[in-house]
């Protein structure tokens, strides 16, 4: 639209030619007046200083034939306006000198003979582009003056595979056109009601919808480019600082001890990856964290029971997390408290306004959680969409894609407390590698070796050690324990205190109990032992792990039928169909025997030939995946923030395509299946690369008959049909759906051994 001030200027310069026009023609039959003169000088200056106002105002921007942000197009409407109107007093003109020197009369037609829309193709402007812009950009339909000045715009033309490519694009035109005059954010932004205003703007603003080809080399953002380097910090005192605990409260208590007692093996291993140039010519980030778990709304009181046996799992990951980013040398900003998030969140200026604009925003990548992710919403309100694609969401038990998907969750009645977030699945970061949907960032398993006392521990082959410190745990479980007391003598650490009398009596009578116990003390217990035993429950906790790289055989109880959402209370409402097949899925899969016995712990003949094994084998050494390295945790953190891009659409993969392999399934085989049957990890990456006919041609693969949908178990090949079905939504791409009688079409990559996240060539 053209604003209020330039309208009344054009108004007041179309009448002035009007009346110049007349006084003009007057001039043949009568003596013009003297005023004539200097009405036309008045026009011309009138004009003059306006078109030079406003192409003052578009000096050195993108031209385009369009109305939106970076073109001139308001300036062209004005010359078209001015030369549609000279077009037609020229005509009227021709008419009356016909008229005067020929006596004839001739019907006066008002129509325009060459359109605005031709001239301005002609490039009045001389403006560089447009000629080009305007012959390679077919349009449908011509527009007059009389809709060019009421807002009209021409309609913008999408390509073909944009509802593939750009799924979502239709669907948000659709809500500006409701809600564009909601916030003066978007009209800031160059957004005038038109249709090609919106496409422009969700194109190179919110990147919802593809650039026009005209519009290709308008420049990006480079905001990181005048940043410092990022480099390795001489020593944790700056982090200290920032794990300051609060007056009231003292939520990290726990996590500075952990992060000071592993400093000198962290630091050594940031020196050594550094080494290998890993970490050489990055840009410092500035990254905020905000821990929701460790928040008093939360109500968990992790922190709180950290010394009486409580969970550590999320306090060791968040601990390992902020090491992590603060040694490859990031700029952080933490915070565990909502009022606090709230005070961060205020110094953002354009943290609430409605249009996803990132430039200006103080942050390039946010840590947090699900509850932490939810306190934000609440005070972003609106502003939401543009912070969206910066999470990084730590996830223990993973998100799958179906949950994750609000009106997909609704329609197939998967709604959770947990889902529904609407995010890329990979921007779920997972304590272990669960599902390949998301992304797995881990944490890192003590092993103090440098502790001359610990090495000088006699291991005891006769000695167990279980896995459980709290009573819940060793409920029902009195036989299990019985058997394994035949073969050894049983430790425990749990935690006794304020505990029932019949609680107690779970616990057999043969079982020493040590108490809680510092890192240390652990440590050298876990030496002593030969075995370490699970009892079923927590799952995927980090001690197996512990246990293990200390020397200790794990006994990992399995689980038939496999523990889920459908019949384990603990996993109800969880946002994930993955079935358990044991205590500690990763060990089983992932490192086996002789590190790892998973056996059914109620097969008691089973039992008791695992733990004759075990007695019988000689001493195991200590075993440690090198992604659960302090090392290998930097890699692989490092890798994703230099990476991992997630406000780009469609998101680009930083697997290369040599690192990856289609593969078809079997009928009713799930991606992460079938990939991991091959020594591969599924890559959702790539989904969009084998999305189409043409990658299946390559397979020598027919489609009897193509179609488009949206659900987690495509792109797929119909097993007796022969339809190719491809995806329709890419927030749909699922490594984990599955479905009998479609066969799966599966990218798979490659990984380095030990450390799962990243492909070999990926480094």
Known sequence: MIKPNRARILLLVIVLLWFATVLHLASWTDTPPKTAQAIQEEIVQLSAQ????????????????????????????????????????????????DSLL???????????????????????????????????????????????????????????????????????????????????????????????????????????????PWRLNVSESQHLQNRNEAIIPENAAGLMNLLTDSNSRKPYAWIRHRIQQIWPKWKQSAIDLNSKSSLKGRKQKNI??????????????????????????????????????????????????????????????????????????????????????????????????????????????????????????????????????????????????????????????????????????????????????????????????????????????????????????????????????????????????????????????????????AGCVFLNPKFSPPHTSQNTKFFKGKPTLREVTSQHPYAEVYIHEPYVYTVDINNLEELRTALRKIKQQSQVEPYLPYEYSEEGMLQRVNIFLEKQDFCRVPVESFVPDQAVQTIIADTGKSCKDVCHNRGLICEPSHFTKVNNKDKLKQMNVECTKSQHSGDIFYPSLHEDSGTCTFQTDPMLFSCVGSQEGQRRICPCRNYIKGQIAVCEQCL
């Open 50 to 97: 306006y078109v030079k106002a406003l192409a003052a105002e578009q000096r050195d921007i993108v031209d385009g034939p369009y109305s939106g942000r970076l073109t001139s197009y308001d300036l062209k409407k004005t010359l078209a306006v001015l030369l549609e109107h000279i077009m037609g007093r020229l005509d009227k003109m021709e008419n009356k000198f």
């Open 102 to 212: 020929n006596g004839t009369s001739y019907n006066l037609d008002s129509s325009v003979k060459l359109s605005t829309l031709e001239k301005v193709e002609e490039n009045p402007m001389g403006a560089k582009g447009s000629v080009n812009a305007l012959t390679e950009h077919k349009r449908s339909k011509k527009v007059t003056v009389q809709q060019l000045l009421q807002g009209e715009a021409e309609k913008c033309s999408l390509p073909d595979d944009h509802k593939y490519t750009y799924p979502h694009c239709l669907g948000k035109v659709d809500w500006m056109k409701g809600h564009w005059k909601s916030d003066k954010c978007y009209s800031n932004l160059g957004v005038d009601g038109s249709v090609c205003s919106f496409i422009i703007y969700l194109s190179e603003v919110e990147n919802w919808c593809p650039k026009f």
């Open 288 to 549: 905020l964290i905000h821990i929701g778990a460790l928040t008093k709304q939360s109500g968990f009181k992790f922190a709180e029971t950290a010394d009486k046996g409580g969970p550590l799992g999320e306090l060791l990951q968040w601990s390992d997390i902020i090491t992590s980013l603060y040694l490859l040398g990031h700029k952080l900003t933490i915070t565990s408290e909502v009022e606090e998030l709230r005070k961060i969140l205020s110094k953002f200026p354009d943290a609430k306004i409605q249009c996803q604009v990132r430039s200006s925003l103080p942050v390039d990548v946010i840590f947090t959680d699900i509850v932490g992710l939810k306190q934000f919403k609440q005070y972003v309100g609106h502003g939401y969409g543009k912070f969206s694609c910066l999470l990084r969401v730590i996830d223990s038990f993973g998100t799958e894609p179906s949950f994750n998907h609000d009106q997909y969750a609704k329609a197939h009645k998967m709604m959770t407390t947990w889902g529904r977030q609407n995010l890329i699945p990979q921007q779920f970061f997972n304590m272990f590698p669960h599902t390949p949907d998301n992304s797995f960032i881990g944490f890192v398993v003590e092993t103090p070796d440098n502790i001359s006392s610990l090495n000088r521990v006699v291991r005891k082959e006769d000695q167990a050690l279980v896995y459980g410190k709290h009573l819940s745990m060793w409920k029902g479980k009195k036989q299990y324990l019985d058997i394994i007391h035949e073969f050894f003598e049983i430790h425990s650490t749990f935690y006794a205190g304020g505990v029932k009398s019949e609680d107690k009596q779970e616990v057999p009578s043969y079982v020493i109990n040590h108490g809680i116990l510092s890192p240390g003390e652990i440590q050298k217990l876990l030496r002593e032992s030969k075995i370490f035993v699970g009892l079923g429950f927590p799952y995927e906790g980090p001690a197996p792990l512990e246990a293990i790289a």
